[in-house]
């Protein structure tokens, strides 16, 4: 019966000084991980949105810009949290800030 028990559980190990090696090996795994994730998924994703904050910040009167939507315009007024954008000749939309994707070159919806 005992073999039994040995084979699904292992045996306690009694001895003080025979499980010391092995608690370094339990903190080195999860900071790996941590690291692994903040020089994959964090970092990255801050920087894009530095990036994308500081395109926000540089939008001014007359700029063509492109939508998360996919809708081309050009900036006619600038708020706090909204723009105005004209998208054909005497149509005006507003649209939030943070769903502006890119800044266009000028004249690029004349040729689009």
Do not use: C, W
């Not at 990036?51 to 700029?63: E, L, P, S, W, Y």
């Amino acid at each position: 019966m005992d073999s039994l028990l040995s084979f699904f559980i292992s045996d306690a190990n009694a001895q003080a000084g025979a499980t010391g090696g092995s608690q370094l090996g339990y903190l080195v795994l999860p900071l790996a991980f941590i690291g692994i994730f903040y020089f994959l998924l964090i970092r990255p994703q801050q920087k894009q949105q530095k990036d994308h904050r500081a395109m926000i910040d540089a939008i001014a009167v007359g700029n063509e810009i492109v939508t998360a939507g996919g809708v081309l315009g050009k900036v006619t007024e600038l708020g706090e949290q909204f723009v105005t954008v004209e998208i054909a000749d005497g149509v005006k939309v507003k649209v939030q800030k943070s769903t502006i994707s890119k800044l266009l070159p000028k004249d690029t919806i004349r040729n689009a």
